[in-house]
């Protein structure tokens, strides 16, 4: 690079000889004799390498800020595809479990009815017999009862033992009426508990390592193809050709490659 051509920005007409190190800026021969007298200079050439080595380090910053961002692009849409998908599936098996307990407490209701009905029934058959027996048996004392009204009111001795003669031997046996046990059925209603149903729960998820390539540069090599790429302990990518294992270190921003 030809550093003898630099237009002074400060005297027309001059050009840039120096860098004046104590100002770090380019400086022609004007000012170094007025405003740069007894400052520390340098040759032109090693500031510009000082500031293309600060570009250097500019470029690399970029180039690593660029591939964070990538990485948390590709990151975020991962998450955001797999939440997705979990809620897609959550809810799914909420209204799945939805149906199945509608469908479980459905069928457990019809059991209590019919269980409630057989016992109805039961208490049903018990009174009408009840009924039918009490109604049986008051026939039975209405005929007695008027038997022993018409003994009690004769007046004629041979009317009297004629009658007691002819005065119904049965009597009712009043202990042959079954009456149902004063029982009541009644429904308690259980606590509708949410361990019933369900609950969500969040669970942090362990993403699987991933890695994301990106070519910067290209290079001859005999490699045909590559078998495997793993990350090593130090983070370090190593790929696998057959017998020979193939490295990349990095130090700092820089990454070298190396042959072990």
Not at 38 to 44: A, Y
Not at 114 to 136: A, C, M, P
């Amino acid at each position: 690079m030809d550093f003898s051509n630099i237009p002074c920005q400060k005297h027309k007409g001059q050009d840039c000889c120096l860098f004046c190190k104590a100002c770090n800026y380019l400086v022609c021969a004007t000012c170094v004799s007025t405003k740069h007298n007894g400052h520390k200079m340098g040759e032109i050439k090693e500031f510009y390498e000082m500031k293309m080595n600060n570009v250097r380090k500019q470029q690399i910053e970029v180039k690593i800020n660029g591939r964070r961002l990538k990485e948390d692009d590709f990151t975020l849409e991962k998450i955001y595809k797999s939440t997705s998908e979990n809620y897609d599936t959550a809810k799914k098996d909420i209204l799945a479990q939805k149906t199945a307990l509608t469908i479980a407490v459905a069928k457990y209701a019809d059991k209590l009815l019919s269980d409630l009905n057989q016992d109805r029934q039961s208490i049903k058959k018990t009174y009408d017999e009840g009924k039918k027996n009490i109604q049986k048996f008051k026939l039975n004392l209405n005929k007695q009862s008027t038997e022993l009204d018409n003994i009690s009111s004769t007046t004629e001795a041979a009317t009297f033992f004629k009658e007691i003669e002819n005065l119904t031997s049965d009597k009712a046996d009043f202990t042959s009426i079954k009456l149902p046990d004063y029982i009541v059925t009644q429904f308690t209603s259980g606590e509708i508990m949410q361990s019933n149903f369900g609950s969500l729960q969040k669970k942090k998820k362990i993403s699987k390592c991933e890695i994301i390539l990106e070519i910067s540069k290209e290079f001859q090599t005999e490699l045909s193809d590559i078998n495997c790429v793993a990350v090593d302990t130090n983070n370090s990518l190593c790929y696998d050709h057959v017998n020979n294992n193939i490295k990349i270190r990095k130090f700092g921003n820089i990454p070298e490659r190396c042959f072990i």
